[in-house]
């Protein structure tokens, strides 16, 4: 058992080695996904203010429209109060001409407000535009890196497997069976060191509990793995310990 046993400890360096690859890739990814939405939020940022730069110019084009029909009106007004023959009509066109010239002034006001919704939205969308270029050129020189990276820690993970599963051969299934429990309920933490106190007591370095000095000498004698009646981890002596 003490063979398995150091197979064992030997297994548990790998596993974190691969949990540590397997945590370090996914935190690449998540860098990647990050950048990458983070790129497609100004693409639609970008889309959507063309979309609304594009409203505002149809709106000027509405506007000029309206100018048009509002100066052939006050034409008309005017050619209208050269031929009037009496006082009355030549208040109610008067009174025609100061509406005209109202909704004039009210028309002037709006082309005002297009006029710096077109200049708002050009300024945003240049920085908009200027932000997503920036971002898509910082994505393209990352990309290889990354993938480059990526392959690497693949490799890595399946150099650590291929060790993983040599070193498995060669532990009993039953106790393959038991670590692998031990994996689902106390990871990273299977298989761990007795501690000594300074008084000399003997603890479990995985839940901190006494161990009875029985627990010791099964251990020494190397006839079967030993848990932690606590905590259900495989027990191992420091090399010091053993002699
Ligand atoms: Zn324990």
Redesign the pocket.
């Known amino acids: 058992m003490k063979e398995t046993l150091k197979k064992l400890v030997e297994l548990q360096k790998i596993d974190s080695e691969k949990l540590d690859l397997k945590y370090k890739r996914q935190e690449v990814l998540d860098g990647l996904v990050a950048d990458r939405n983070e790129y497609e939020s100004l693409e639609r940022r970008v889309a959507d203010e063309k979309q609304r730069q594009q409203e505002i110019r149809d709106e000027g084009q509405r506007l000029n429209r309206e100018q048009a029909v509002l100066e052939t009106r006050a034409s008309e007004l005017k050619k209208r109060l050269d031929i009037v023959r009496n006082t009355a009509e030549s208040q109610a066109v008067g009174r025609e001409i100061v509406a005209n010239e109202n909704k004039m002034q009210e028309h002037f006001e709006k082309v005002d407000r297009q006029n710096s919704d077109l200049e708002e939205s050009l300024q945003k969308l240049a920085m908009l535009q200027s932000q997503f270029f920036a971002k898509r050129a910082e994505l393209a020189d990352k990309l290889p890196g990354i993938k480059e990276t990526l392959a690497a820690m693949d490799k890595e993970i399946k150099k650590v497997d291929t060790k993983r599963k040599a070193l498995c051969s060669g532990i009993p299934s039953v106790v393959m069976k038991q670590y692998t429990d031990l994996i689902r309920t106390r990871a990273p933490y299977m298989v761990?060191e007795v501690q000594t106190t300074d008084e000399g007591d003997y603890t479990?370095s995985?839940?901190n509990?006494g161990l009875p000095p029985q627990v010791i000498g099964d251990i020494i004698k190397g006839d079967q793995l030993v848990c932690?009646e606590?905590?259900?981890?495989i027990l191992y002596l420091a090399e010091k310990e053993e002699q």
Do not use: A, Q, S
């Open positions: 761990v479990c995985g839940c509990i932690c606590n905590c259900g981890r």
